[in-house]
Structures are given as structure tokens and as C-alpha cells.
């Protein structure tokens, strides 16, 4: 059974940092896509950051410069660092994984995430 766990989240003032993680159990990590995605309330949910099967990322143009997405395969790990936070990148933060295919694009068109397995997210809040 698949699972992903976020952890990381919390409150913290602009300018701040937080590092997220998201911990993979009941499957074999390499053989899944992974990427961030955050949700803020009333909004849609959108891609933060991607990564692709040969360490390529890709980002959101909000979050460029400022974010870094990594894995640790052999801890079954994906990491967002996030530094210089902003009031607008309060939102929910989930980590999706999708079933590699072959191999992973680091893309965040949200069809090719469609299928892709869900953590339950973790709360960012950045205040002023």
C-alpha cells in the first residue's frame, strides 16, 4: 500500500525558511515520479516543483530561486527547501507520486500527475 507523509510544515515570518519532507512507504521509490504541489483555500491546486529522472528539476515561476527540490532514494525521501518564504506561499503543501512509466518528466502539467498517489499535506502559513 502506498503511502506518502509530509512533514515540515508550520508558521514562520516573511523571509523565513522551512524544509519539507515527504516519506515514502509501500513501494519501491525509485519506481515513482515525484513532485510538490500546494493548495491555498480557494484556490486551485498547483505544481511547486518537479523533479525528473535524471536530477533535471523544474519550478513554478513564483517559487524560482528560492525553493529547491531533492531526493534521497535511499532514505525513500523528498525534500522542499524553502527560503525567502512569502505571505503568498501560504497554502497547503502535498507531495505526489506517480508511477514512473519508463521514466519521469519534470514537468508540472497537472494531467501528468493525474493517477498519482496523494500525501495527506502539510500546513505553510507565512505571515507579515
Known amino acids: 500500500q502506498v503511502q506518502l507523509v509530509e512533514s515540515g510544515g508550520g508558521s514562520v515570518q516573511a523571509g523565513g525558511s522551512l524544509r519539507l519532507s515527504c516519506a515514502a512507504y509501500g513501494y519501491t521509490y525509485a519506481s515513482y515520479c515525484m513532485g510538490w504541489f500546494r493548495q491555498a483555500p480557494g484556490k486551485e491546486r498547483e505544481g511547486v516543483a518537479a523533479?525528473?529522472?535524471?536530477?533535471?528539476?523544474t519550478y513554478t515561476n513564483s517559487v524560482k530561486g528560492r525553493f529547491t527540490i531533492s531526493q534521497v532514494n535511499a532514505k525513500n525521501t523528498l525534500y522542499l527547501q524553502m527560503n525567502s518564504l512569502k505571505p503568498e506561499d501560504t497554502a497547503m503543501y502535498y507531495c505526489?507520486?506517480?508511477?514512473?512509466?519508463?521514466?519521469?518528466?519534470?514537468?508540472?502539467?497537472?494531467?501528468?500527475?493525474?493517477?498519482?498517489?496523494w500525501g495527506q499535506g502539510t500546513q505553510v502559513t507565512v505571515s507579515t
Open positions: 505526489a507520486a506517480r508511477p514512473k512509466g519508463g521514466y519521469c518528466y519534470a514537468t508540472l502539467r497537472f494531467g501528468y500527475w493525474r493517477g498519482s498517489y
Open positions: 523533479i525528473d529522472s535524471d536530477g533535471s528539476t
